[in-house]
């Protein structure tokens, strides 16, 4: 079952594309994340759904049907505002009523239904107050209980935790979790939050000037990154230039580094003296004192250290390069800088990007 | 150190008692028996009960408050049209159109009642009710359009947008979000709109044929010929209405704003 589906959507204003081609289709029930750097056309995607964007071509199918001549008030769905978009005018229990009201629902139905979703988001006994006399998330829960109410085929979160403090927007992130699973609402939400994609959502889809460059679920769009881009956007990545010396039996190949060794990892296709682009993520890097140079290992000198807590961050010149790695504090002390290290990692965490 | 707080307090009062003494004044001597303002004070309602009996006064009345109730609609309605044009479209002459509302706030209104005493000679509009109407109208219209432009450059747009992803139409958008939201700027506005047509002098003294009169007109002739006290009670009348007003729109423009 497809809840919401997009077919080559495309719209440009002007000299900007802010969408071009993309097709994406939202599963039933799924915690979808819209992910990019700001005017790669996530927001426009988004907009696009909820019908405030006319698409130049393709289109946007809700439950199997095309809503491109539907106006936003007839598609259905739910939508919680970055700003909240609350009716300043209204008190926590008309702003939740509000979708109802327009429907036509009797009054009992509807002051029921304000209670339980209310009691969803848990704000049962602020009905009477004005959005102004609420906290930030307060009003993002009302926000949330709103969008929610009038039960919509699909719910749009555009940066729904953009305007909340660090501490808030943990918290609201395991709320989200909770009442969209209780809902079991398709939910589609736009952030330039890396990491509050990879906490949330049920799958991924990275955006960069207008079209999905890689989708998928959090970890393996993490673990498996195809370009250059999405390994960078998505988590830190270092990256290492080399070219193919040999192609094993097996399918691994074997790669000169630039900064000096060789490594050995999988490559899609290839040949030998082909030059190949590998990420390699700084957690999968050991890093030690002792050890020679080799096969997946380099030797290096430590710049500086960066102790913050659980774990410690060394940046190592290796060659002309500098690569950056993480090692999690257990008992071992950290290495001074200046220090001559060797780092090593598995063939596994070597993943070919395309530049 | 303490010179300081205390010689302020007494500035403020002098500033105050400037202003508002000769209306105090102007307002006793209304209620004053001797009609040749001679005191000692004598308290009688006798300027009250003759202006009671001042048809011309009266008639002069009713067209002011008529005149301002009506331009007050028109103004309103059309200055709220302007605004909402202004702020949510983009047109050619846009930009020109706005910077061309200040000049008949700045514009003495000599000058304008002048231009305007010409234009309608010259365009066949006749002088009075009618004329001295659209005088109103378009010296209002400026004001209510700045008004609830102040209120409309506040407004948040995506409450609209949220009405909709609601399953609002349009329609019930505006009535129930959008104009609910704008309603303290509106009226505002015709608070404005009232104010400036109920005060308005020089444009009805220049387009007023003979025998019809606003208040401000007649009370100007009646001071010319030789006045009585009855002008203090009228003016005490319409400064009680004026302050009102303005009053009014202070509670609704400036704390309005936050409810």
Not at chain 1, 5 to 26: C, E, H, W
Not at chain 1, 28 to 55: D, H, Q, Y
Not at chain 1, 171 to 193: A, P
Not at chain 1, 229 to 256: D, I, K, M, Y
Request: a positive charge.
């Amino acid at each position: 079952m497809s809840a919401v589906v997009v077919t080559d959507a495309v719209k440009r204003y002007d000299a900007v594309t802010a969408l071009d081609g993309v097709t994406i289709t939202f599963r039933e029930g799924e915690l979808f994340g819209l992910l990019g750097p700001s005017g790669s056309g996530k927001t426009t995607l988004l907009r696009a759904i909820a019908g405030f964007v006319t698409l130049d071509r393709g289109q946007v199918l809700i439950d199997g049907q095309n809503v491109g001549g539907v106006p936003v008030h007839a598609r259905n769905i739910g939508m919680m505002f970055q700003s909240y978009a609350l009716f300043p005018h209204m008190s926590v229990a008309e702003n939740v009523a509000f979708g109802l009201e327009v429907r036509g629902r009797p009054r009992e139905e509807v002051a029921r239904r304000v209670q339980e979703a209310l009691a969803m988001v848990r704000l049962g006994g602020l009905e009477q107050r004005k959005p102004k006399q609420l906290s930030g998330g307060q009003q993002q829960r009302v926000a949330l209980a709103r969008a929610l109410v009038t039960r919509p085929k699909v719910l749009l979160l555009d940066e729904p935790l953009g305007a909340l403090d660090r501490h808030l927007r943990q918290e609201m992130q395991v709320e989200l979790r909770r009442i969209q699973r209780q809902v079991g609402i398709t939910t589609i939400f736009v952030t330039h939050d890396q990491e509050e994609a990879l906490t949330l959502s049920d799958r991924i889809a990275i955006f960069d000037f207008g079209r999905v460059i890689q989708e998928g679920a959090p970890m393996e769009v993490y673990e498996r990154p195809v370009t250059k881009f999405a390994a960078g956007f998505l988590g830190e990545a270092n990256f290492l230039h080399g070219r193919v010396t040999s192609l094993e039996p097996g399918g691994l190949a074997r790669v000169a580094l630039e900064i000096g060794g060789a490594a050995s990892c999988r490559l899609k296709g290839g040949q030998v003296g082909q030059s190949v682009l590998l990420a390699l993520r700084p957690e999968k890097i050991t890093l030690s004192t002792e050890g020679e140079a080799g096969m997946n290992a380099v030797r290096g000198n430590v710049l500086d250290v960066v102790f913050s807590g659980n774990s410690t961050t060394y940046r190592v010149a290796v060659g002309e390069q500098v690569m950056t790695l993480f090692r999690q504090n257990l008992s071992q002390g950290t290495v001074a800088p200046g220090s001559d290290v060797v780092l090593s990692w598995s063939s596994d965490h070597l993943v070919q990007v395309t530049p | 150190m303490k010179l300081g707080p205390a010689l302020l307090k007494v500035h403020l009062w002098l500033v105050l008692g400037f202003l508002y003494v000769p209306i105090v004044v102007m307002a006793a001597l209304g209620f004053n028996a001797s009609p040749l303002y001679a005191l000692p004070f004598e308290f009688d309602l006798v300027w009250y009960r003759a202006l009671a009996g001042n048809a011309k006064l009266i008639d002069a009345g009713i067209h002011s408050v008529g005149i301002a109730l009506v331009n007050t609609i028109i103004a309103t309605a059309l200055g709220t049209m302007a605004a909402l044009a202004f702020a949510r479209y983009t047109f050619r002459g846009r930009t020109v159109m706005q910077i061309l509302l200040f000049p008949p706030i700045a514009i003495p209104w000599l000058v304008i009642g002048t231009a305007m005493l010409v234009f309608f000679y010259w365009i066949d509009v006749r002088r009075g009710l009618f004329a001295i109407l659209l005088g109103h109208v378009a010296l209002s219209l400026p004001y209510v359009i700045v008004v609830v432009g102040a209120r409309l450059a506040t407004f948040p747009r995506a409450v609209e947008e949220a009405a909709a992803t609601l399953g609002a139409t349009p329609w019930q958008t505006f009535r129930r979000v959008t104009a609910p939201i704008l309603a303290p700027g509106v009226i505002g506005g015709a608070l404005f709109a009232f104010a400036v047509s109920f005060d308005q002098f020089v444009i009805s003294y220049f387009l007023a044929p003979p025998g019809v009169t606003t208040l401000p007109v007649e009370i100007y002739g009646a001071i010319r010929k030789g006045f009585t006290p009855e002008i203090n009670a009228i003016s005490t009348i319409i400064i009680v209405v004026s302050m009102g007003v303005l009053l009014l729109t202070a509670r609704f423009y400036r704390f309005g704003g936050e409810r």
